[in-house]
Structure formats: structure tokens, C-alpha cells
Nanobody, 126 residues
Framework: QLQASGGGLVQAGDSLRLSCAASGRTFTKYAMGWFRQAPGKEREFVTTISWNGVSTYYADSVRGRFTISRDNAKNTVYLQMSSLKPEDTAVYYC?????????????????????WGQGTQVTVSS
């Protein structure tokens, strides 16, 4: 089970950190991803990280502003969001997918993930 938290209402230019805590099972060797869905739009990829944290990938829209990280000892993945824009407003979801290699990140589409969190709302006002 994945539990996303940390969302809220912020102003443009502010920062926010989302957390995704895993519980109820071991997520060893799982790559993690963050996706988001704005009202009236399809869910879109934001970023992903490999099990060992070495490999990451970002959507062009967030590269340079968002940073994904993980603390496997705490079974938690983080999404540090900076320089937030109104277009970042969305429900943010974390997801997990098993990977054979510790270096392999998750897929860039939501179809490839095994587990999903419930989502946390991020609203950025202009």
C-alpha cells in the first residue's frame, strides 16, 4: 500500500515536498514513479527513480524544478517541487513497479506500474 501526502495550496514560485510512504508489504527492488492528473486531463508522467536511487528521469515540464529521491530505510519516496507554476496544479500520485535491476527506473506510462497511492492535491495559485 502506498500513501501519498504533502499536497496543499501554495502560490506560484513556492516550493512543496510530497511524500509517498509504503506500508503493509516490502517494496524491495521496486522503482517508483510520480504522476499527476489535472482536471479534465489525462494522467501524465512526472518523474521516476530506480530502487537504488541512481537512475532518475523527469518530464520536460518539470525537469530542473522537481527532484525525486527516496529513503529505502523509511520506505518513502519524496518529490521536492520548486518554482511551482499554476500549471502544476493537479492530483499527484505515486506508483511502484518491480524491477529486476536495482538501476532500472520505472516506465514513463502509467500502465506499467503495479501499485498506486491514493493521490494528494497540489494547487498552485497565480
Amino acid at each position: 500500500q502506498l500513501q501519498a501526502s504533502g499536497g496543499g495550496l501554495v502560490q506560484a514560485g513556492d516550493s512543496l515536498r510530497l511524500s509517498c510512504a509504503a506500508s503493509g508489504r516490502t517494496f524491495t527492488k521496486y522503482a517508483m514513479g510520480w504522476f499527476r492528473q489535472a482536471p479534465g486531463k489525462e494522467r501524465e508522467f512526472v518523474t521516476t527513480i530506480s530502487w537504488n536511487g541512481v537512475s532518475t528521469y523527469y518530464a520536460d515540464s518539470v525537469r530542473g524544478r522537481f527532484t525525486i529521491s527516496r529513503d529505502n530505510a523509511k520506505n518513502t519516496v519524496y518529490l521536492q517541487m520548486s518554482s511551482l507554476k499554476p500549471e502544476d496544479t493537479a492530483v499527484y500520485y505515486c506508483a511502484a513497479v518491480w524491477r529486476r535491476s536495482d538501476y532500472t527506473q520505472g516506465p514513463l506510462t502509467d500502465r506499467g506500474y503495479d501499485y498506486w497511492g491514493q493521490g494528494t492535491q497540489v494547487t498552485v495559485s497565480s
